[in-house]
């Protein structure tokens, strides 16, 4: 997007393959609640914005190191609303809670799936999937997995 410019057709189809972008326009960009999720959950076990983006296929480059700091902050302060206590938390126990929650909400939807009949192929199983937070430095004496 480069300082408020729009996609290429190229960059366009580049960004719809990808598992983290739900939807794209020539000039927006919708994130998965998943990568959301998930990039919150790295940014406040340390990881930077940018190398989150970069690791799903997200260029900052293309995307903008701003629009990337804006996102990630946009979506923790978000996410933070739904963890109860947060402000008397360290980031290790916050992101237990929404690592918690996450699972939570991802087996809800497969079981309502299943119940709905819908088959989902790509449905991953959250029990043997690799970990978002494997080797990533969680402080606070938190030790997630």
């Known amino acids: 997007m480069r300082g408020g410019g729009s996609f290429s057709m190229d960059e366009l189809q580049m960004l719809r393959d990808l598992p983290a972008v739900a939807n794209v326009s020539k000039d927006r960009i919708t994130y998965s609640n998943a990568f959301k999720q998930v990039c919150v959950i790295r940014y406040l076990a ?17 995307i903008g ?8 902050a946009r979506w ?8 109860s ?8 126990e916050i992101i237990t809670e929404l690592v918690n929650l996450y699972v939570h909400a991802v087996t809800r939807k497969e079981k309502l799936d299943d119940l709905a009949g819908i088959a ?20 606070g004496g938190v030790y997630i997995r």
């Open 46 to 62: 340390g990881e930077s914005p940018t190398k989150i983006f970069r690791e799903a296929g997200l260029p900052p480059e293309l």
């Open 65 to 72: 190191y701003k629009r990337i700091e804006r996102s990630v």
């Open 76 to 83: 923790k302060a978000a996410v933070l609303k739904s963890v």
């Open 85 to 92: 206590g947060s402000s008397n938390m360290s980031n290790g």
């Open 120 to 139: 989902n192929p790509d449905k991953a199983n959250i029990g043997n999937a690799p970990h978002p937070l494997d080797g990533a430095n969680v402080s």
